[in-house]
């Protein structure tokens, strides 16, 4: 007694279970690669930011150095100077180097990841140029993400006459 009744049989079930365990297997790859691809340029632009903070905050301290107190030593991978600072009414001393791969104010921490850090000081026209370079891999970052990027900035010395 055969039964006309409509349905889907026990193997088209088991094909489309296949075919759909392949499509979400082709989908999660993608995503886990665009979450890898997301998380690696994170992390280069984190780089990134850090250096431009770093350069900003050595361009605003440089450019209200006092006259006559900029030392760039012979590597040039160094550079102090004196600060008026009118609540102590008197001079703060600065110091910026590059030790191993981090930038250092005034021998703390200031940037990570620096592959190269120097100072070109004009003296006749009174200006700085700081260049840095940051390391061509981080951990999390891939190649291809954009690093090693240079940056570089001219610093006008206000007080120097």
Do not use: H
Not at 53 to 71: C, K, N, P, W
């Amino acid at each position: 007694m055969l039964r006309s009744e409509r349905g889907f049989t026990l193997i088209e079930m088991v094909v489309v279970m296949a075919c759909l365990g392949i499509i979400a297997m082709a989908i999660s790859a993608l995503f886990m690669e665009a979450m890898s691809s997301y998380s690696a340029g994170q992390t280069a632009g984190l780089v990134v930011s850090d250096v431009r903070f770093a350069m900003d905050q050595i361009s605003v301290r440089l450019r209200e150095a006092r006259d006559g107190s900029v030392v760039v030593n012979g590597a040039k991978n160094q550079v102090d100077f004196a600060v008026w600072e009118a609540g102590t009414n008197s001079y703060r001393t600065f110091s910026y180097t590059i030790v191993g791969q981090e930038i250092r104010a005034n021998n703390q921490p200031l940037c990570s990841y620096v592959q190269s850090l120097r100072f070109d000081f004009e003296v006749v026209k009174k200006v700085v140029t700081i260049t840095v370079t940051t390391v061509s891999s981080v951990p999390g970052a891939r190649p291809g993400t954009g690093l090693p990027m240079t940056f570089s900035t001219r610093v006008a010395l206000r007080n120097y006459r």
